[in-house]
């Protein structure tokens, strides 16, 4: 008979160990295996994470090391070097052999700082024979409900063990994704993007900071059961399918008095229906979370609200109107193996690195959503409003910039001052716990930024003087990355918050938001207690400071004919109605010889729309050829002893439209020149 041993996967022994030095600090660690048992060949994979009493990740790495012994407890490597992913995060794959010795295993990781402080711990896991186990967890026996996906027969007793049985494979898949690690890769983030990214560990905002010391508020919208998902107690039955698969029970779920997350409620039938009653995703599942993100309705994204899941008013919202299109939120946001994508410039991680981040416009529209024949290699004499509309949407301006005019439909909040409640009262605690202050405002004309779909985003422990906005006199946590010459114009929320920094280094504090909310609402000792989650006394000083992000405006997409061109362009070329800044965003960054249209040949006069025209559309001349500083080289006069010596001898050329259509272009017979073949630098 074969033999199953016990699953010891996600069991951590702890052995705490510090070694006396100037600042001596406990690390902890956090491991997990991708399995809890294995079979000989296959290959175990750890994740570890290491942080110090305070909450703060240790980077300050001088050792980090793995003994693995086998099942008779020989020791089969020896101080092997762990992946050091940054910021606390460490990984090993470790291969056994074919012939690997079936029982316990054991992994032993240490994890040394700089200052002499070290934690050992030991991890075990069973190597079974294949047909007994090996490569996952056997769920709980259950009567599983009809094969016919019948869920009728259900009660709340069986769940989630009976979800468990029939859907192993979604579990799994799910357990890997963002929405339930809350933490992932992040190619997207120039800030640390070899390092793990996420709101469970080091993501840093101008809303509630970061979630250190508050899981029992903020993890009110973890697609979990209650624990962490990095809990060793977490297992699979801590994923929380209705969460997503019922909307009622969405609505209803909260915090209970033990620390789990589930529905209020305690009569049987309707918890029965939850679990009798299982659909797609409808938005109602999506908005409870998305929708209250930062502490209430519309509060944070600006451009989602409740107000969503019943809309019947295109204007609203022309993608999410019950009277028209009424796509779900997986229409765009679709799913492969319960990783989905899309997200906003200010949030970490991507969850299907295979397929990107980006919703792209066009896997429902056309290239030329407006109708034209634009191609990029277009060169045409007067082209029509459809055809410079494609232009834009193609090269330099995203959907959104034109098609969302506004946002804040539902009032968002624009500032916060955590000085204060959102009463107006002091925040001293003698009014009890609640809201920072929040400015709101509705209907809010977005800012206009280049973005190449990176950003540069604020983590836990940063040194926010480095990224210090003197302009602004602002600490930014989350920036969109973009120029003139690389990127799309989108639309921002632009948003600032007053919040604690400690003074000696600079970095910013997250202050306790459960003491803040939940306890005594007595902003001091809120502070205090997050001095202490970071490794700090709790008298350390601090320092007050404004905080800003810019969001990506996505939602609220309005009908075609409500944009026109005069919302941006007031016909001279020069200026915009006030819409967009065109100085800011570069172009109106025109040397004089531009200006005056002399830098390439003699005085012309000529409207901007006739100058775009002429070059842009027939000449198929780029925007930088001519929005930028002027290159020394161009003024270099075209005699026999300059530029024309280059490649002949004896020639000289006084018109210079005529020496440019020789050389440059072809409608003229010219030899297709490029720029740089004459106008060296």
Same mark, same amino acid.
């Given at each position: 008979?074969? =033999? ?7 069991l ?16 902890? #660690?956090n ?5 809890? @048992?294995?079979?000989p060949?296959?290959?175990v ?26 099942? *008779? ?39 040394? $700082? ?27 026996? &259950? ?55 996420? +709101?469970?560990?080091?993501?840093? !905002?101008?809303?509630?900071? !970061?979630?250190?010391? $508050? ?12 624990l /962490? ?8 039955? @801590?994923i929380?399918?209705?969460?997503c698969? @019922? ?7 909260? *915090? ?14 309707? #918890?029965?229906?939850?679990?009798? @009653?299982i ?43 019950t ?19 899309? +997200? ?99 209907? &809010? &004309? ?5 973005? $190449? /779909? ?7 422990? $940063? ?18 990355n ?74 609220? &997409? ?12 007031d ?21 004089? +010889?531009?200006k ?12 901007? +729309?006739?100058?775009?025209? =002429?070059?842009?559309e ?26 024309? !010596? !280059?490649?002949h ?9 005529k020496?440019?259509? =020789? ?19």
């Open positions: 008979m074969k =033999k199953t041993l016990v699953i010891l996967g996600s951590l022994l702890s052995l705490t160990m510090f070694a006396g030095t100037a600042l001596a600090r406990d690390i902890n #660690l491991i997990s295996t991708d399995q809890s @048992n294995y079979s060949g296959e290959t994979n750890l994740s570890i994470y290491a942080y110090y009493d305070g909450g703060s990740a240790v980077t300050s790495i001088d050792k980090a090391e793995i003994d693995v012994y086998n099942q *008779r407890g020989s020791k089969v490597l020896d101080d092997g070097d762990l992946n050091r992913l940054g910021n606390g995060n460490f990984s090993y794959a470790y291969n056994l052999s074919s012939s690997a010795g079936l029982g316990e295993w054991q992994f032993k990781i240490t994890i040394e $700082d700089r200052d002499d402080n070290r934690e050992r711990k030991y991890v075990s896991f069973d190597v079974v024979e294949a047909s007994s186990g090996g490569g996952g967890t056997t769920p709980p026996p &259950v009567d599983p409900p009809p094969a016919t996906g019948d869920h009728s027969t259900l009660t709340w007793s069986d769940y989630p063990s009976a979800c468990v049985a029939c859907h192993l494979n979604e579990f799994n898949e799910m357990a890997g994704s963002t929405h339930y690690k809350w933490v992932g890769e992040s190619p997207d983030m120039t800030n640390q993007p070899e390092a793990l990214q996420g +709101k469970l560990t080091n993501a840093v !905002n101008s809303y509630c900071i !970061n979630i250190l010391g $508050d899981w029992k508020v903020c993890g009110k919208c973890h697609v979990g059961r209650g /962490r998902p990095d809990d060793t107690q977490a297992g699979l039955e @801590n929380d399918c209705l969460m698969h @019922n909307a009622a029970y969405a609505m209803e779920r909260n *915090r209970l008095a033990d620390g789990s997350m589930g529905p209020v409620s305690t009569d049987a039938a309707v #918890l029965d229906g939850f679990v009798q @009653n659909a797609k995703p409808t938005r109602a599942n999506c908005l409870k979370c998305h929708a209250n993100a930062g502490g209430g309705d519309a509060v944070k994204r600006g451009d989602l609200a409740m107000a969503n899941i019943a809309n019947t008013n295109a204007n609203f919202d022309v993608h999410m109107n009277t028209g299109t009424d796509l779900s939120c997986q229409s765009c946001h679709t799913f492969n193996g319960h990783k989905v994508i899309g +997200k906003g410039s200010d949030l970490r991680p991507t969850d299907d690195l295979a397929r990107g981040a980006e919703v792209k416009c066009t896997t429902c529209h056309t290239n030329n959503p407006h109708g034209s024949s634009y191609t990029a290699s277009s060169k045409i004499s007067n082209p029509s409003d459809a055809f410079i509309r494609d232009r834009h949407a193609s090269e330099g301006v995203a959907c959104q910039t034109c098609h969302i005019p506004t946002f804040g439909k539902v009032a968002t909040e624009m500032h916060r001052d955590w000085t204060h409640h959102h009463d107006g009262s002091v925040a001293d605690g003698s009014t009890g716990p609640g809201h920072p202050h929040a400015d709101k405002q509705a209907d &809010v &004309v977005p800012e206009y930024l280049w973005w $190449d /779909r990176t950003s540069e985003n604020a983590l836990l422990g $940063d040194d926010a003087s480095l990224t210090y906005d003197a302009e602004k006199g602002t600490y930014p946590t989350s920036r969109p973009g120029s003139f010459k690389n990127g799309k114009i989108y639309p921002f929320k632009y948003k600032t918050a007053y919040q604690p920094m400690v003074s000696a280094d600079d970095r910013l504090l997250a202050l306790d938001t459960l003491v803040y909310l939940a306890q005594t609402g007595d902003v001091t000792q809120a502070i205090e207690s997050g001095l202490a989650n970071q490794g700090y006394p709790t008298d350390e000083p601090v320092k007050w400071v404004t905080t800003d992000t810019y969001q990506l405006i996505n939602h609220g &997409v309005e009908p075609g004919s409500n944009v026109g061109c005069t919302d941006c362009h016909g001279s070329g020069e200026t915009s109605n006030g819409r967009l800044d065109f100085n800011a965003l570069g172009y109106h960054t025109w040397p004089a +010889k531009v005056n249209c002399t830098l390439c040949h003699g005085s012309e006069n000529m409207g901007w +729309k006739g100058v775009h025209n =002429k070059h842009a027939e000449m198929g001349k780029n925007c930088v050829a001519c929005h930028t500083t002027e290159p020394t080289g161009w003024i270099e006069p075209p005699t026999r002893d300059g530029l024309c !010596n !280059n490649c001898s004896g020639e000289t050329e006084s018109d210079s439209q020496l440019h259509e =020789k050389h440059a272009e072809a409608e003229h017979g010219g030899m297709n020149t490029t720029c740089t073949d004459c106008h060296t630098f």
